[in-house]
């Protein structure tokens, strides 16, 4: 007797073409691409990377894999650019999931100057709807360091944040509709770009965040603003996240509006670009605990920015909130300031595997987490080294943990992350945070999601998901378990 998984891997070979359709057995295929998650965390074993060319492709490629479901135990796993930072978009070691990559679905289908749209393909790279809304003078305001290879299907699937959140908010917020092939394959055409669409539940926002449990995000509509008249950068050293977050309120109150990024960097962190990547020169780092990057954007006048920001940083000096500061003179200037803050990541997995946390907590409270939760984990492993740093403008800070100086960093992690897990966590539930703020949930934190998210929004997410995947093809194991 035949085994149906061959039947199942013909058929898809008929839909995207046997050159889309990598499997195993063939001897020149290489499949650690697909199969090992960005992090190299996890590496699993997928049936087949199916690679389909058209939202119509994907739609019968589900409808194939829902209808051999209960004969070949396959589910499926949306991939983008498999960027994931909590092991969302890879296969388990089952050997039976279906990876769904959609990088050849990259077309930017239109741009609507009138509506301020732009809609693309979910595979297509983020740089990419960048660089075509700055041609036809316009800002896509999402920006994140993966922004050359994540994909704007991925950005939607996880919500993604990045560097501008403090002015344009998530991926959710820049979002105006979807194309979405569901569990079923059916196709729910909602690209309409509307801004007000008040008739009835919001499915949109449904599938926004959802990782790829709930259906597969295949184009989207994304807001466009006009791009700015001037942006300008500065760098500068704050005595303290206390002080830190008192320049942030200065800043909201100085530049309104014009306030679009607002990053807050470590000592340590820097220290740790500065060790690893020399061609980066970090200024003031070495002498003040805490380095805060902003960026500001006017639609007036490079001359009318300038003078906000000069305005702001003599008051952030004159009210102790700033002890030196660098402004950015040229774009190139700017440029480099911005590669410090996205060298960060880079540069600590330089220094050796580390315990990453994506934490939000209510602003306000920020310094009291930090020096607390510091305090706990100084105290439960003496010589640890913290690498925080992140979006302070929008209450998110990666909080991470490296092994103390010369012990070896994979046995840390492996006699020492459950416990660094939990006093981390433990420590944004008491003062009233979230355990993911931008990467999402994956498989890496879902069997801790029960513990710090109420019972019944879990049943609430475990009924939507029954509801619209009821067999449990779409990534299973991922966000919420059923």
Known sequence: MSDPSHALLDGLRRIVGQPHVLTHDDPDADLAAWEQDWR??????????VRPASTDEVAQVVRLCAEMQSATGVSIVPQGG?????VGA???????????????MNRIESLDAGNLTLTAQAGCVLQNLQEAAARDGFLFPLSLAAEGSCTIGGNLGTNAGGTQVVRYGNTRDLCLGLEVVTAQGEIWNGLGGLRKDNTGYDLRNLFIGSEGTLGIITAAAMKLVPLPAAQLTAWAAVPSME????????????????????????QFALSLVA?????????LYETTPWC??????????????????????????EQGCI???????????????????????????????????????????????????DALLAQALPGIRMVDFGHLGDGNLHYNVQAPEGVDAAAFLRDNE??????????????????????????????????????????MMRAIKRALDPHNLMNPGRVVRI
């Open 323 to 373: 002890t030196d500061g660098v402004v950015a003179e040229s774009i190139a200037q700017a440029r480099a300031l911005w590669q410090i803050r996205e060298n960060l990541p880079i540069a600590q997995a330089i220094e050796g595997l580390n315990i990453k946390h994506d934490i939000s907590i209510p602003i306000s409270r920020i310094p009291a987490f930090v020096a607390a939760t």
């Open 275 to 283: 060790r690893h990547m020399p061609q980066s020169p970090v200024p």
């Open 243 to 266: 002080h830190a977050v008192a320049l942030l309120g200065l800043a909201h109150k100085t530049l309104g509006a014009g306030l679009t990024g607002f990053e807050v960097m470590g």
């Open 418 to 459: 459950a416990t660094v897990n939990t006093l981390v966590f433990e420590s944004v539930a008491k003062f009233g945070g979230s355990i993911s703020a931008e990467h999402g949930i994956g498989s890496l934190k879902v069997d801790k999601l029960p513990g710090y998210k109420p019972p019944v929004a879990l049943e």
């Open 40 to 49: 190299k965390r996890s590496r699993g074993q997928a049936l087949a990377v």
């Open 82 to 86: 498999n960027t994931s930072m909590v």
């Open 292 to 317: 805060v990057l902003l960026e500001v954007s006017d639609h007036e006048s490079e001359e009318h920015a300038r003078s906000q920001f000069e305005r702001l940083l003599e008051a952030g000096m």
């Open 90 to 104: 890879v296969p388990d070691a089952s050997g039976r999931q279906v990876v769904l990559n959609l990088q050849r």
